[in-house]
């Protein structure tokens, strides 16, 4: 009878599916690292991830950041910020989180920074650009990308820029997936010719479960995937 999965085989299984796309793409091994994306999954999976090596999590909420922070205490967990984060939650994520993925507009920003200033921290940063035209993602105007890069530059010192990050279109044809993420890629290479300073761009967050072979083939240097490795999800509200 075949064993029953865990997260760690699971994890194992995505980790080397990853490793096998990067090179069929051509792509140096090792070159594409795997953001867990534990939002909704409680401490014992997380525990579990970390017994196998992981110690980065992705959630979507700056509230479940706080608790799982709270709760692991005694873990050396870095907790990335992927979601839509409202400028009221800025508290708990230059508090708790170690990264955020998800800084796509100048008021979220100097929220942070104000925050970061009080609590003494750096955070890194990704910003988020809309390369879809769905009305339900979030991010930034791919016009915008410039000037804002040019602001966080100057006015948000504790916020460490690595790269950008995106959600492909929810489509059927994967030339649109594929789209969304060559355009970002596209974004990276003109503005890191623009040289702005203290703006580092060497990371593109793209991909998901359903669409991080594609990511892979345009570029990313990070794919989120969470069922994959926890298993189901459930969203109904503790």
């Known amino acids: 009878m075949k064993e029953p999965s865990t997260i760690a085989t699971r994890l194992a299984a995505v980790k080397a599916r990853i490793e096998q796309l990067t090179l069929e793409a051509g792509r140096p091994s090792g070159s594409v690292t795997l953001l867990p994306v534990s939002k909704t999954f409680g401490e014992d999976a997380i525990r579990q991830a970390l017994s196998a090596g992981m110690y980065r999590f992705g959630e979507n909420k700056a509230q479940e950041i706080r608790d799982k922070s709270r709760a692991l205490s005694d873990a050396q967990v870095k907790w990335v910020m ?3 984060l409202q400028t009221n939650k800025a508290r708990d994520i230059a508090r708790y989180a170690h990264e955020i993925q998800s800084l796509d507009r100048p008021e979220l920003a100097e929220a942070l920074e104000s925050r970061l200033q009080k609590e003494g921290r750096s955070l890194d940063a990704l ?7 769905e009305p339900s993602k979030y991010g930034l105007d791919p016009t915008a990308l410039k000037d804002f890069l040019e602001y966080l530059s100057t006015e948000a010192p504790n916020l460490r820029v690595q790269g950008l990050m995106t959600m492909a279109a929810n489509d059927p044809d994967p030339q649109a997936v ?3 993420f060559r355009r970002l890629r596209e974004l990276r290479d003109v503005m890191q010719s623009a040289n702005i300073p203290g703006i580092n761009l060497h990371r593109l967050s793209m ?3 359903g669409d991080y072979h594609l990511a892979i083939e345009e570029g990313s240097t990070e794919v989120r995937i969470g069922s994959a490795i926890f298993g189901e999800r459930s969203y109904t509200d503790s």
């Not at 910003?127 to 035209?133: E, I, L, R």
Request: glycine letters at 12%; one cysteine or more.
């Open 127 to 133: 910003v988020q650009v809309k390369t879809s035209t």
């Open 178 to 180: 594929r789209a969304c």
């Open 207 to 209: 991909g998901m479960s």
């Open 82 to 84: 992927i979601g839509h």
